[in-house]
């Protein structure tokens, strides 16, 4: 299996050993050009130097150079589709998630193994991008020509216009950081203070291109990262690894901080969730009132105007189903339907739910942590 011998490489790793045995196997494959880095420095100078046509880096347990590795390559719009392949324990789970979302990355787990290994580098570089629809040219670099023209309608004032755009390459390309940070701008431009929190927790806490954590921490708090694959038939939502008290806290800060600037009264519902007509599970709810709720994003997230069959839930019990409903709101951690029609029963059903949860609000408003007054004033709805 010989590989194109005019490849660079750049061997990342603090084991003399594993070194050697690495540049035998490069060298049976016929890349001979290699260069070998102990330490992040080393490998960050091998880097800039272009000495790194494909990387080859391997965890050993301890410290974050690896990562640093990883994030001076794909912060960088040079090294962004630079080859990849990350060797590492099994419970590196951070490292496994990271090269399974990169199109241009590869792990492999110890103890290593000549032809794995062989066979993983030939895929890394063989590896071609997925060709766009027919007659259309492929989508460009996050940082290219498109967001330099969404930039320049925020500098002429178009504040609108450029939301839109940086929307748009958000969802074509996924949420990396400097879109995230343009979108964060025309929010902030437009006196959006919300939005601009909510684009902010997003790049924070869902990055998806960079493995933030360690595999023990990731397992347990990452809101992004599902703890394991549900069935088709299932829904999954993105604060699914939290438990219910932290669940039910999520909620109340997505919440609270929009509240005074409704125009429509909604009852905050930690006690109450969502599902769908079509999917087993539930989602946590952020608030309810007559006219519609909003829920925890479920993943694969759902889209602005898109119709659902939702089922509501209190304390675990069914108490309304199949209500037609249109999603208005889609943001990282948020989604808000409207309810499109209510039968009469179900209208008075949800009518004396509410009123119950109403009653015994200020009690629960007290479980939550906020700056404010009077906590138990977020507790209200127009009956």
Request: proline residues 6%; aromatic residues 6%.
């Amino acid at each position: 299996m010989a590989l194109d011998s005019s490849l660079s490489v750049l061997v990342f790793t603090e084991n003399r050993k594993t070194a050697d045995w690495i540049a035998s196997v490069l060298g049976k494959l016929g890349l001979n050009k290699v260069t070998n880095a102990s330490t992040a420095k080393e490998a960050a100078s091998a880097v800039s130097q272009g000495k790194g046509g494909l990387v080859v880096a391997e965890h050993t347990g301890e410290g974050k150079a690896v990562h640093s590795l990883i994030k001076t390559l794909r912060d960088s719009a040079k090294h962004r589709a630079t080859p990849i392949l990350l060797i590492a324990g099994t419970e590196e789970k951070a490292l496994a998630g990271f090269a399974a979302k990169d199109p241009k990355a590869d792990f492999l787990a110890k103890p290593l193994s000549a032809k794995a290994f062989a066979q993983k580098l030939a895929g890394l570089v063989q590896k071609k991008p997925q060709p766009g629809p027919a007659g259309k040219n492929p989508a460009p670099e996050p940082a290219s020509a498109s967001s330099r023209e969404a930039l320049a309608l925020l500098r002429a004032g178009k504040v609108n216009e450029a939301k839109g755009h940086f929307t748009k390459l958000l969802k074509e390309h996924g949420p990396f950081a400097d879109l995230s940070l343009g979108l964060a701008l025309a929010h902030a431009l437009a006196g959006e203070k919300e939005q601009v929190n909510s684009v902010l927790d997003s790049l924070i806490e869902t990055r998806p291109d960079l493995p933030q954590k360690d595999a023990a921490t990731t397992k347990k708090t990452d809101p992004a990262e599902p703890a394991e694959d549900l069935p088709e038939g299932e829904v999954n939502g993105i604060w699914r690894q939290h438990k219910p008290k932290e669940r039910r806290q999520k909620a109340y800060e997505h919440f609270q901080p929009s509240h005074d600037k409704r125009e429509v009264f909604r009852l905050f519902a930690p006690d109450w969730s969502a599902g769908f007509s079509d999917k087993k599970g539930t989602l946590q709810m952020v608030d309810i009132s007559f006219g519609g709720c909003a829920f925890e994003a479920p993943r694969p997230a759902l889209e602005r105007g898109q119709k659902l069959g939702v089922d509501i839930y209190r304390d675990q019990e069914k108490v309304l189903e199949s209500i037609p409903a249109t999603v208005m709101r889609v943001e990282p951690e948020v989604v808000g339907v409207r309810f499109d029609e209510l039968e009469r029963r179900q209208e008075a059903f949800l009518n004396e739910k509410l009123r119950e949860e109403q009653k015994k609000g200020a009690a629960t408003s007290q479980e939550f942590q906020s700056n404010a007054k009077d906590s138990s004033k977020v507790i209200k709805l127009s009956l």
